[in-house]
């Protein structure tokens, strides 16, 4: 006869299975199937998430955990078996607390928010979307009320997106934030320094910037046997299992940084899905801790390492081989330069890694306003344009420059964007430890090794899957808590030195 802790994993296996099948039916959607099939796609893709939801949140999924529990009563807290039905335990109770008609109504009026938002941005007019994003908002209140909180009502929505994270403390991180960003990027943008970036405007070959991209990626230690790389619209990373982690990217000849970038900005999403353990594939355990952990990865590759001058002492040359002709005379500290220029402006996507986060700011802060109801949705552009105006020192010139700009709030996510800058932070203070305890990993770097700093990355971080929540991770690593320290010091030390 089968243990209790078998039939749980055998249940779990199913709905895991299901959710990779849909994620795959989703990866399809957004690279290679034809226009026209995206009704009977939609159909296929809500069905098995219907049905994940519904498997889910079966009595049989509470009689699985229930029964492995008492059968594991024994085991220690960290152990496989006891953490893989904490994890079970928390997704059950999360989303049993959200009834089908919820789910259904948040799916149907961001289905139609779509195609509202790209026509209201098209014509930059923020009024043609208010009244769905009134729904949206509504909905997403009362997914706060079932979910149930604590403290601030988008502790619950947070909660979704960042499990452990609360609204007081996320305050706190970024209002330290915030202290020592404005002003530094004030005094950045005042220092009369520009880098010269007049050599990047100029046409360079896709297929010269595809090679390129594969290069890194495979240096970076992304197993291509594992993955592959696509092109889409926007570039994502979507990961089945361990086994199948591939991404996307997009290639514009009139922008070399950006497909390169975002290449390894993606390849740090897909390695971390890569170095998830194997031996728990199927599990609650085989998957990442949060988006803000995600984030830290991809961030931590492109811009503490894609964005560093010992990153380029190595590939600068390899760059300037494949486009030959094109970078001549362009050297080191130029192009470091011009990868790093600070230039406030309006878009979040295009902003530089120094004002990105006042971007995400601003969206925190209005969100949290909107589920407390202390902001009416027709105040928003106002809001937006006046938190611009202090924090970047620029005026959005309309809607679509302004607050009509990002999907999220389109596709009903309210409480995604902090993680962003969860990300960001926690990148750092990852980084410095990495370096403190392998020494040789700035020089590996310069040499195009990724090996020491990747191996350190799984040991600490990858290998462990979602075994630990975010605060016992980055107690695990650092010893305390997450802080905002070691990334301030960061950016203030490359900005400086690159501005003066
Ligand atoms: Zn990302």
Known sequence: M????????????????????NAVLSWDMETFMPEDGVHARSEQVALLTELGHRWLVSEETARCIEDAEKETAGCDYFSDEA????????????KVKLPDTLVSRLARTTARANTIWINARKK?????????????????REQAELLGYDGHPYDALLDLHEPDLTTAETDRLFTELKQGLVPLVREITGSGTIPETG?????????????????????????????????????????????????????????????????????????YDQGLPVDLVNTPLCQPISL????????????????????????????????AGQLDGIGLETFYRAINRVTPGFIRVESDELT?????????????????????????????????????GILPPDDAQGCLQDIHWAHGAIGYFPTYT???????????????????????????????LLGWLRNKVHRHGSRYTFSELVRSITGGKMRVGPYMAYLTEKFREIYT
Request: proline fraction near 3%; include cysteine.
């Open 83 to 94: 953490s893989m039905l904490r994890v079970a335990r928390r997704a059950y109770e999360q």
């Open 422 to 452: 969860i990300g960001n932070i926690l990148s750092a203070q990852l980084f410095q430890l990495a370096i403190q305890t392998v020494t040789s990993i700035p020089s590996d770097i310069e040499k195009g090794n990724f090996i020491t």
């Open 2 to 21: 089968s243990s209790a802790l078998d039939r749980f994993k055998q249940h779990w296996a199913r709905i895991s299975v299901l959710d990779q099948a």
């Open 199 to 271: 050599f990047l405007s100029q046409k360079f070959d896709t297929a010269g910037q595809e090679r390129f991209g594969l290069r890194v990626l495979s240096d970076m230690g992304y197993d291509l046997r594992r993955g592959r790389q696509d092109r889409s619209a926007h570039p994502f990373t979507t990961s089945f299992t361990p086994y199948d982690v591939r991404i996307t990217t997009r290639f514009d000849e009139d922008d070399l940084l950006s497909a390169l970038f975002s290449t390894i900005h993606e390849a740090g999403h897909a390695l």
């Open 356 to 392: 990105y986060n006042l971007h995400i700011f601003i969206r925190f802060e209005i969100e949290k306003e909107l589920v407390s109801g202390t902001l009416g949705i027709s105040d928003i552009p106002e809001s937006w344009n006046t938190k611009y105006r202090d924090y970047l």
């Open 124 to 140: 930059a007019d923020f009024s043609m979307f208010a009244p769905v994003l009134s729904e949206i908002i509504d909905i997403n």
């Open 292 to 323: 803000g952990v995600h984030e830290s990865q991809s961030r931590l590759w492109e811009n503490i390492v894609g964005r560093s001058r010992g990153f380029w002492k190595c590939y600068l040359p390899v760059l300037a081989e494949e486009f």
